[in-house]
């Protein structure tokens, strides 16, 4: 694991935040929100490129989301098997503590709805683009 992506860990966890974004020369983005749409507004607001992630979970709309950024390094307590094939493809250094199939929803029964939003597709940039139309709809334009 590299420094930077050590440092956000130990953030993450120092924090009890829910995602935490490094980059040189950068302050430490450190956000409380659950869900998809802080990293969604972090991808949209700034250049993350080569930086490090430490989110508490991740799944494959993060995953997505990482790649686009160019991040180097993603560290989550839990991963989905598709966002570790993702990360694998695309030569990320990743690092999870569990690994599930898929993330459920917040009641643990269902399937998470980004899961489902992006059922099917595996190109990054038509995933962007789902995401990008979601969030930007439930904001309100």
């Known amino acids: 694991m590299n420094k930077m992506l050590i440092e956000a860990k130990y953030l993450l966890e120092k924090e009890k935040a829910s995602l935490?974004?490094?980059?040189?020369?950068?302050?430490?983005?450190?956000?409380?929100?659950?869900?998809?749409?802080?990293?969604?507004?972090?991808?949209r607001s700034g250049d993350w490129t080569g930086g490090a992630l430490a989110d508490r979970v991740i799944g494959r709309g993060a995953a997505f989301l990482a790649v686009a950024m160019e991040l180097s390094s993603v560290y989550s307590p839990l991963m989905s098997r598709g966002a570790v094939v993702f990360f694998n493809n695309r030569g990320i250094e990743f690092y999870y503590e569990v690994q599930v199939d898929r993330i459920k929803d917040r009641s643990g029964k269902g399937l998470c709805p980004?899961?489902?939003?992006?059922?099917?597709?595996?190109?990054?940039?038509?995933?962007?683009?789902?995401?990008?139309?979601?969030f930007l709809e439930k904001k309100g334009g």
Request: zero cysteines.
């Open 20 to 43: 935490v974004l490094l980059r040189e020369g950068k302050e430490p983005h450190i956000d409380f929100r659950s869900g998809l749409i802080p990293l969604w507004e972090a991808f």
């Open 114 to 134: 980004m899961e489902a939003l992006l059922e099917g597709i595996e190109e990054g940039d038509a995933a962007i683009q789902r995401l990008n139309r979601f």
